[in-house]
């Protein structure tokens, strides 16, 4: 997949890069509905693709979608619940002005009810 992304990077292709993440995703999605644990944060199942720009409201915090699984933040890729350390332990935010907070910048959806529709707890 990597090496298709890159391929397809280069040509200027990121439709074709969007919609292979989009069947990826289902793929994932389908293993939830048969069975499998609901499974860890997956942006592009939430409708978000790479590049797209997620932020902490009432906060000058942004992310980048980076894949699937990963953000972009100054810099750095990390996961979300990294990221979420670190502003609490590094910049003094609390837990509750971090978790379940993310919004995407386009749509304005709150990350985790957006995950929770997708996602519903047995």
Do not use: Q
């Amino acid at each position: 997949m990597l090496e298709f992304r890159r391929k397809c990077e280069k040509k200027g292709r990121t439709d074709l890069v969007d919609e292979a993440n989009y069947r990826a995703a289902l793929l994932r999605k389908e293993s939830f509905k048969n069975g499998a644990p609901r499974p860890h944060i997956d942006y592009h199942i939430l409708g978000l693709k790479d590049g797209d720009t997620i932020y902490l409201p009432d906060t000058k915090i942004e992310a980048t979608i980076h894949s699937h699984r990963t953000l972009l933040f100054e810099g750095s890729e990390i996961y979300i619940t990294r990221l979420e350390t670190m502003l609490r332990e590094e910049r003094g935010f609390t837990s509750s002005e971090t978790r379940g907070k993310w919004r995407c910048k386009k749509t304005d959806i709150v990350l985790d009810e957006r995950y929770e529709e997708i996602y519903p707890k047995e």
